[in-house]
């Protein structure tokens, strides 16, 4: 089973928890108003992304290190190169 792969079918953003439901994440898959994401940080082994309710996502690629972040598989179908390219591509889902 993958982990976590992310769509935008129309204008929210929809993730798919995949394999980490129902052992680390309680629901199997969410959908997101852009508008509530309101900060994407970008550190040298993970990304910080948070929501205006406060909540915060910590999310990598599999091939980061960090232990206390989920795994992203694909953003719009597409795998993310490296973790930057991550980055970017959850920059433009906003």
């Known amino acids: 089973m993958a982990n976590i792969t992310i769509t935008k079918p129309d204008t929210f953003i929809m993730v798919d928890f995949g394999a980490y439901y129902p052992s680390a994440i309680a629901f199997s898959k969410a959908s997101y108003n852009p508008?509530?994401?309101?900060?994407?940080?970008?550190?040298?082994?993970?990304?910080?992304?948070?929501?205006?309710?406060?909540?915060?996502?910590?999310?990598?690629?599999?091939?980061e290190t960090y232990s206390g972040a989920l795994i992203v598989d694909t953003v719009l179908g597409v795998a993310p190169t490296d973790l930057e390219d991550l980055y970017n591509k959850i920059i433009a889902l906003m």
């Open 35 to 63: 508008i509530e994401i309101i900060k994407v940080y970008l550190y040298s082994d993970h990304i910080d992304v948070r929501e205006s309710d406060g909540k915060r996502w910590r999310v990598k690629t599999s091939t």
